[in-house]
């Protein structure tokens, strides 16, 4: 008697069964999801025996296969990230849910009373490059939020995706949840992402995470509504009045802190008349961090521990301990320079002119402006939302860091008596 092989189901299958799954998390109490949310926490923390081994599997592949040394600090977990992980899921649990907040309302003259509130999305999907911390914290964020999720996390973290994803399951079933809330599709490859992007009607919202080009094949190429989390060539400007000691500490923090995350700062623009003052001291802190100097001539002139800057570097996110620096003549081609060469993620000015300072936050237009700080801040963590989905640098829907209102639409609540029109 021949015996049935069932067939493996089909991405459309997976889709399919993320949207019902999404239908359950939609009414879900907060006291279900935060008890989902704990139970994912305390699988991260205890499962480093089985997380680690296939995390160094999937760095000794990107060794082998010539994955940069920014793109394998991102991959590489060890138990302080896992620790650190777990804690981000559990400052979640402490977040307002937004599903069901009222936006606005009012009751009409003819008494109907009308409100808008915030539902999820629904079945999100998320592509992103080598990054097992997104599987986690964007897992989290859209339980919390009532959305399920589908995750494509490429091939460089398949090993440790799939070792996540079936904590993160196991966890959702033991509090009586849909195991499908979250799903990965790595299994299928690129033409599983490329699906993916056109799944209209089975995904709600796209998000893309990773390279410049990553994100710009996602956009061109899906009909799934897409919300742009943009690349990083971040811009520090030090105007006349800048502060030295405030200039040094800023600069570095903001390139050496941690240089393969987005925030991290990337070209260097200094006001002629403060470049004598501040470059010496700045780049020299610097160069002792280990950085490459990428210099324009004035720059080179005061600093000679520099390579000449090229047309590129003003357009390149390094990603890397490299910093592109030029000399610029005020506020206003500091300004222009960035307008030409911005991806719009974050930009800082240190100064202490009060009207220069509010010139740069109200005509620089990215995502996230600042004065006086490290563009490091530039964090759905250190803006208080818990872990982050992603830094938006569009218009729409959300813009900057993302945190659980931005995983949430709105629908109209209409309650009448009978009225008609």
């Not at 640098?393 to 109209?412: C, D, F, I, V, Y």
Request: proline residues 4%; negative net charge; hydrophobic residues 45%.
């Amino acid at each position: 008697m021949a015996t049935t092989t069932l067939a493996a189901p089909s991405l459309t299958d997976r889709l399919a069964a993320s949207r019902r799954a999404s239908l359950v998390l939609a009414t879900a109490t907060a006291d279900l999801k935060n008890r989902a949310l704990d139970a994912i926490s305390r699988a991260v923390a205890g499962a480093a025996a089985d997380i680690l081994p296939a995390n160094e599997l999937d760095l000794a592949n990107g060794r082998e296969n010539g994955l940069s040394p920014a793109l394998q600090d991102r991959l590489a977990l060890s138990e302080a990230r896992l620790t650190a992980l777990a804690s981000a899921v559990l400052e979640i649990v402490a977040l307002v849910d937004p599903v069901g907040e009222s936006v606005r309302g009012r009751v009409l003259p003819n008494g109907i009373r009308i409100d808008q509130v915030r539902v999820p999305f629904g079945v999100v999907g998320v592509i992103y490059e080598a990054r097992p911390n997104v599987t986690v914290d964007i897992a989290a964020l859209a339980l919390k939020s009532g959305n399920a999720v589908v995750l494509r996390g490429g091939s460089a973290a398949e090993n440790t995706n799939r070792v996540l994803v079936g904590l993160i399951q196991d966890a959702l079933a033991s509090v009586g949840l849909p195991r499908e809330c979250v799903q990965t599709i790595d299994e299928f490859g690129r033409d599983g992402a490329r699906e993916l992007m056109q799944a209209r009607g089975l995904v709600d919202v796209l998000i893309p995470r990773g390279s410049a080009s990553l994100i710009n094949t996602v956009v061109a190429e899906s009909t799934v509504p897409v919300i742009e989390t943009g690349a990083g060539v971040v811009h520090v400007f030090l105007d006349e009045s800048a502060d030295e000691a405030w200039s040094v500490d800023i600069v570095e923090n903001a390139k050496v802190q941690r240089p393969s995350v987005c925030n991290a700062l990337e070209t260097l623009l200094v006001h002629r008349r403060a470049a004598a003052r501040l470059l010496p001291p700045v780049l020299s802190r610097l160069r002792e961090a280990g950085v490459t100097v990428h210099a324009d001539d004035e720059a080179r002139a005061l600093f000679a521990d520099s390579v000449p800057a090229t047309d590129e570097d003003w357009q390149t996110e390094y990603m890397s301990l490299d910093i592109a620096v030029k000399v610029v003549a005020d506020v206003d081609e500091a300004m222009e320079h960035i307008r030409t060469f911005s991806t719009h993620h974050t930009e800082s000015i240190i100064t202490n002119d009060l009207g220069n300072a509010e010139r740069f936050l109200n005509e620089v237009d990215s995502a996230a402006v600042m004065v006086n700080a490290s563009t490091r801040f530039t964090d759905g963590g250190e803006f208080g939302f818990g872990a982050e989905v992603g830094i938006s640098t569009q218009k729409l829907h959300a813009r900057g860091p993302m945190g659980l209102p931005e995983l949430t639409s709105t629908k109209w609540l209409v309650r009448g008596s009978g009225q008609i029109r």
